[in-house]
């Protein structure tokens, strides 16, 4: 299974296994890591579950569509190039390592 990496708020890494077509939210919820609120429930509605995408993986996602833009726009940490919602993120065999870095606070 692909392992995603976490950069926790401390700076501490939190790195799980995920299955693979789950998104990075849920396997965030499901190995209750701190930071990632997702009040939405992953329905791409809230942005509590933004994260900051590492640079060496922003390339292999596919580019945020027109709602996730426009909420990337209102998330409570500074918007980056890497930044992303993570229910927004599916898991494939080719994010194997993913790591991502959770803001500081999300609202």
Same mark, same amino acid.
């Given at each position: 299974m692909p392992t995603i990496h976490y950069i926790l708020k401390d700076g501490s890494t939190r790195s799980v296994e995920a299955k693979p077509g789950a998104s990075v939210m849920e396997t965030a919820i499901r190995n209750n890591i701190r930071g990632i609120d997702a009040e939405c429930g992953g329905s791409c509605s809230?942005?509590?579950?933004?994260?900051?995408? @590492?640079?060496a993986f922003?390339?292999? %996602?596919?580019?945020?569509?027109?709602?996730?833009?426009? &909420?990337?726009d209102g998330t409570a940490s @500074?918007?980056?190039?890497?930044?992303? %919602?993570?229910?927004?993120?599916?898991?494939?065999?080719? &994010?194997?390592g993913l790591t991502v870095r959770v803001p500081q606070t999300q609202s």
């Open positions: 809230c942005a509590t579950c933004h994260v900051y995408v @590492e640079d922003v390339g292999l %996602l596919p580019s945020p569509d027109e709602m996730e833009d426009e &909420l990337l @500074e918007r980056t190039p890497g930044s992303r %919602l993570s229910c927004q993120i599916t898991i494939t065999a080719d &994010l194997d």
